[in-house]
Structure formats: structure tokens, C-alpha cells
């Protein structure tokens, strides 16, 4: 498999390790539980580090909205697309 990252899903990934924000936390929960069951999870003394797809660091990678997984497990979503998935289950959660 090919391995692909932009730099802009890499500086907004590490952007939001850095300065974390309630929506992309939730999103990178959501992503994390999917690659806690895949065999492509590079794990070091109980630390999930990286993916032996794509060789990203996992941390920031789940947190770039951009970013996708490599085999297909969890999309990557345009500001516009993860805005109205957030919006919706805001909206969902309050009823």
C-alpha cells in the first residue's frame, strides 16, 4: 500500500494533539476504538504509536479530520462535511 499524507493533514493532525478541541477528541475516539482492534496497530509498552500502513503516528493521525486509514476502516472528512456530522450529532444528542 501506498503511503500518502499531505503536509496539511499532518500539521492539523499535530495541531490538534497539541490544542485539543472537544469535536476533534470525539472524532478521534471514534477512530481509535476501530484501530484498537486492527492488526496494523503498532503498539510499544501498552502506548498506541503508529500505524505499519501508512507509518503515521496514530495520536495525530485520528485527530486529522483530513486524514483517512489506509484500509478503508474510518473516512476522511472536508471542514464542511465534519461540521454538519458534528452539527447533527449535537443536535441528536439534545433530543
Not at 469535536?23 to 492488526?39: K, N
Not at 496497530?41 to 496514530?58: E, T, V
Amino acid at each position: 500500500m501506498k503511503k500518502v499524507k499531505t503536509i496539511a493533514e499532518v500539521y492539523e493532525g499535530f495541531k490538534n494533539l497539541a490544542w485539543k478541541k472537544s469535536e476533534s477528541e470525539i472524532l478521534a475516539r471514534e477512530r481509535l476504538e476501530i484501530c484498537i482492534g486492527c492488526d496494523h496497530l503498532q503498539r510499544y509498552r501498552g502506548f498506541y504509536l503508529g500505524c505499519d500502513m501508512c507509518g503515521c503516528y496514530i495520536p495525530a493521525k485520528i485527530r486529522s479530520i483530513k486524514s483517512s486509514c489506509p484500509i478503508g476502516e474510518w473516512k476522511g472528512f472536508t471542514k464542511e462535511e465534519y461540521k454538519k456530522k458534528h452539527d447533527k450529532s449535537n443536535t441528536d444528542n439534545r433530543s
